[in-house]
């Protein structure tokens, strides 16, 4: 019997090796999360913490998280419960969503612009630590959930593989 683990490392392989690699960054494999409506690729098979709602009154989370040469790259997913009225996914929203993480992480946002993710609009955020380091972040909403997809380089990193990273999100049908 395979495992759930050996099923996504056989699906990333083959996925690895259907892709033909760009001349820029390589290609890597496609990391899928059916369950949270997600894809992206992650340079290897994330950590994942987190759970879903007990009940409908409930909320849920999970964070999937890797790390490569020093760089890290995350989705975060935050779900609401059904008792509390979700806002309207435009810019605002996300705009609030990115300072409350600067606060929340003792960043700075220094800047935003308007982006698609995985299909939708949404929003990205470039912010600065208290130490000088750096974090890339994009937010959507679909339904009740709100994804997060940031990527932290390493120091001396040029940022290709993070772009990569961003641009790999995909909203997938639940």
């Not at 998280?65 to 997913?77: F, K, M, P």
């Not at 299909?119 to 709100?146: K, N, Y």
């Amino acid at each position: 019997m395979i495992g759930p683990l050996s099923a996504v490392l056989m699906t990333a392989i083959a996925s690895s090796l259907a892709t033909t690699p760009s001349s820029d960054v390589p290609a890597r494999p496609t990391f899928e999360a059916p369950s949270q409506g997600f894809s992206a690729s992650f340079p290897a098979p994330p950590q994942v913490i987190g759970h879903g709602p007990a009940g409908d009154d409930d909320s849920g989370y999970w964070i999937y998280a890797g790390r490569s040469n020093g760089a890290s790259y995350t989705v975060r997913i935050d779900q609401y419960p059904n008792s509390i009225r979700v806002p309207a996914p435009d810019e605002r929203a996300y705009d609030l969503l990115l300072r409350a993480h600067a606060v929340e992480s003792s960043s700075r946002l220094k800047s935003e612009k308007s982006v698609g993710v995985g299909g939708l609009a949404g929003l990205e955020g470039d912010f600065v630590g208290e130490a000088g380091g750096g974090e890339h972040m994009r937010v959507v909403m679909v339904g009740r959930r709100i994804y997060q997809i940031s990527y932290t380089p390493a120091a001396g990193d040029g940022g290709e593989q993070g772009d990569a990273f961003l641009a790999s999100f995909q909203i997938n049908p639940r």
